[in-house]
């Protein structure tokens, strides 16, 4: 079997994703209140104890941070970055609240405005997704991540399901009932089925799911991760407005809508 290797940066940023994985996890087994923040979001003690986590492991590496839960540097700042790494210490907050599973840690880097490279940790089943293009894409146990000869190298699907699956957010429920999901879709059956945070892009990158709509707010941080995996294997995230591939460290942190589709439908 390949033996698959890694830059040491993502290893260390595999590293950081596990270990904030792990705190979660150890949060999450007791009992959790929230702080709303001023944009209405929850926070915990988790996202804020996974945060630091990731931010003390990639900081020395020299690539500026971006992250839900930390001080955000301004425009005039971010807009020199050549590269910088995109973090959500704790994807799904919500669903971590309602104790259903369905959260992830999520850290990208960027180059360029070009999300290259993704990492997504499932803390509940212990499993991770990376990939970018100059790599592919593998997905393993947290206690896998050093012998690269067990990871399972994920290929580019061969064809859609039937009815197509449209995965869609727990939280906000707008993009089923949409006028406008017609128009961004593949015309026959579809199927819809709900699922918090970003492991919708494992449900993608396997072929459980054809096609993620959002046409409710979402951040960088949210999908960078997700795009960087679902483009290496030949997938697509396309603001619906320009049908142009979404890009980070914007001036504006807000992604636009959007539709993410697998290689078979893009």
């Not at 994703?17 to 001023?38: G, H, L, N, P, T």
């Not at 309602?98 to 992830?104: I, Q, S, V």
Request: with cysteine; net charge negative; aromatic share 10%.
């Amino acid at each position: 079997m390949k033996n698959y290797s890694l830059p040491n940066i993502y290893t260390e940023a595999m590293y950081a994703a596990i270990d904030a994985s792990k705190v979660i996890v150890e949060v999450y087994q007791q009992d959790v209140e929230a702080i709303i923040k001023s944009d209405g979001s929850p926070v915990t003690k988790a996202d804020l104890a996974a945060s630091k986590i990731i931010s003390d492991r990639l900081t020395p590496i020299g690539i500026p941070i971006l992250g839900e839960e930390l001080e955000k540097e301004s425009f005039e700042v971010r807009s020199k970055w050549t590269e910088n790494w995109c973090v959500d210490p704790l994807d799904g907050t919500r669903m971590f609240l309602l104790k259903n599973g369905e959260f992830a840690v999520c850290i990208a880097h960027i180059m360029d405005h070009k999300a290259v490279f993704g990492i997504i940790a499932d803390p509940i089943k212990k499993k991770l997704i990376v990939g970018g293009s100059k790599y592919g894409v593998f997905y393993f146990d947290f206690d896998q991540v050093d012998v690269p000869s067990s990871w399972q190298k994920l290929e580019p699907l061969l064809e859609a399901n039937d009815p197509l699956q449209v995965i869609c957010s727990r939280s906000y429920k707008v993009e089923k009932d949409s006028n406008d999901i017609g128009d961004h879709l593949p015309h026959g059956r579809c199927e819809y089925t709900g699922k918090g945070s970003a492991l919708k892009f494992f449900d993608l990158a396997f072929g459980l799911a054809d096609v993620y709509p959002r046409f409710a707010p979402t951040m960088e941080w949210d999908i960078a991760a997700g795009q960087a995996i679902l483009e290496t294997l030949g997938g697509s995230v396309i603001d619906v407005a320009t049908n142009q591939p979404l890009t980070y460290n914007k001036e504006s942190l807000f992604n636009p809508h959007f539709i993410a589709k697998t290689n078979v439908l893009s």
